[in-house]
């Protein structure tokens, strides 16, 4: 835990404390800070949306299993990401694809003549991190877990992709926010700078610095500001 990077870490944390906190309060905490619907005449009664909720959803956890789920996946692809972005711009990231996230899932939602459910968890964030993991190291090998097949990181964000996108139209996998995934994914307000700031292969490395043997300049190590 102490080598993550400071934002990963304490989202990590917070996610746990407040899982931890769900547990004692019970559904206590579903009501008010839970992803809801927009209000609809059809279902007078039913908990109301408020703006704060497309962030502090993000926070709250179905079940054991879901939030294991997706801190596993914070935990393997958010550090990298807050070395490759730097932490500021990293948190804006995620929160900018967890809100993303909201919006996608409430624009779905609107749509549907259905008894409003809650949304919860930060899947939106994490899939956001998948797809700047898959831009930013496209031919890292991922190793899925079921079934252990490694594949390159450009691969498994596609067809992670694909197969939300499937779901979500024909409707499977019920009481999976599908379309909240795929708004996370969506939410690539970053990706030209991660493209700008993706890992220096070992020929651009020779190539630069044979180019500032020829043009004289000599780089300085120092910090950086």
Partial sequence: ????????????????????????????????????????????????????????????????THLLFNMLALYMFGGEIERLLGARHYLIYYMVCVIGAAVAQLVVLGGMNKPPVPTVGASGGVFGLLLAFGMAFPQRRVMLLFPPIPMPAWLFVTLYGLLELYLGVTGSGQGVAHFAHLGGMAEVGERRRLRQTRPITRHRRHRRADLRRRSGIVQRRGPLG
């Fill in 1 to 64: 835990m102490n080598r993550l990077p400071p934002v990963t870490r304490t989202l990590l944390l917070i996610n746990v404390a407040v899982f931890a906190l769900q547990l004692f309060s019970g559904d206590r905490l579903i009501g008010p800070f839970a992803l809801w619907p927009f209000a609809s005449p059809q279902f007078p009664g039913a908990p109301a949306f408020e703006v704060w909720q497309v962030v502090t959803y993000g926070f709250l956890h179905g079940s054991l």
